[in-house]
Each structure stands twice: as C-alpha cells, then as structure tokens.
Nanobody, 126 residues
C-alpha cells in the first residue's frame, strides 16, 4: 500500500504561485507514476497532470500546460506540483495519487491510480 501525504496548500491572490508537495512512503517512488488531481466544492474530481517514472509530464488537461508543472525527486521520495498564475477557478482540494506502471515514460489513464493522499486545500481570492 502506497502512503501519500500532500502539503503546501494555502491561500493566494489571483496571479500568485504555490508549490505543492506529495511525500510518498513505504515504496520505491521510481516504480510509480504520480498524478495530480483536484476537486472543487460541488464538483467532481478532475485529473490535472501526471509525471511518469522517468519524469516526463503528461497533461490530462492540456490548457494547464505552461501554468502547472510537476517534478519529482526520487531520492527524497517526493513529487512536486508548481502552480503559477493561479486563478480563482483553481481553488480546490488537491490530491496526488500513485499508479504502478511498467513503462518508465508512460502516464496511466486516470482510472489506474489506486493509492491516494488525503489532499491539501488551495484557495485563490483577492
């Protein structure tokens, strides 16, 4: 069982930036692709992007490219989500999730993530 813990959420003004962290425990991070998701109040969960085992990005929402970037530090067993140019509509609870993949460069389909963190809240308002 993969344990994931998100941190780094908070409140920012529109146009601001945040970096979220996803600490992964009890497994070798190199074996897993990590996805970032969010859920706003009253809405369904939305897949945002993935970072493959090799560090290659895959965007589930193409329009986020250029604003949201995922990186990983396998030595620290941590994945990061850098969010720039935040908008009011980006406010949500953000989750990371893990999926074991055979290919190092692949991002799995959203249904294949089977371990989830509890989320960290991001608020964007002026």
């Amino acid at each position: 069982q993969v344990q994931l813990v998100e941190s780094g959420g908070g409140s920012v003004q529109p146009g601001g930036s945040l970096r979220l962290s996803c600490a992964v425990a009890d497994v070798t991070l190199d074996d897993y692709a990590i996805g970032w998701f969010r859920q706003a109040p009253g809405k369904g969960r939305e897949g945002l992007l993935c970072i493959s085992r090799s560090g290659a990005p895959g965007y589930y929402v193409a329009s986020l490219q250029g604003r949201f970037t995922a990186t990983r530090d396998n030595a620290e067993n941590t994945v990061y989500l850098q969010m720039n140019g935040l908008k009011v509509e980006d406010a949500a609870t953000y989750y990371c999730a893990a999926a074991r993949t055979s290919g190092r460069n692949m991002c799995p389909s959203q249904a294949n993530y089977d371990s989830w963190g509890r989320g960290t809240q991001v608020s964007v308002s002026s």
